[in-house]
């Protein structure tokens, strides 16, 4: 799957990491790693989830 984040996530992600770096120091770069750590696993998992009101959704 090929993922594109839209200019508008990017800056909601560099919002982020601002935020969280304000908290602590560190805390930014641990907020990056989380968050591509996930959008890297949508290569392997992305569109093999169920389908609920035409999205792949992940429900427990």
Known sequence: MKV???SA???DIGDGY???EKQST???NHFLDTLYSDID???YSGGIHQMVFGYHR???
Do not use: D, M
Request: glycine share 12%; aromatic share 22%.
């Open 58 to 60: 992940l429900l427990s």
């Open 26 to 28: 560190g805390f930014g």
């Open 4 to 6: 594109k984040i839209s």
């Open 9 to 11: 996530a990017e800056t």
């Open 41 to 43: 696993s949508l290569k």
């Open 18 to 20: 601002f935020f969280y």
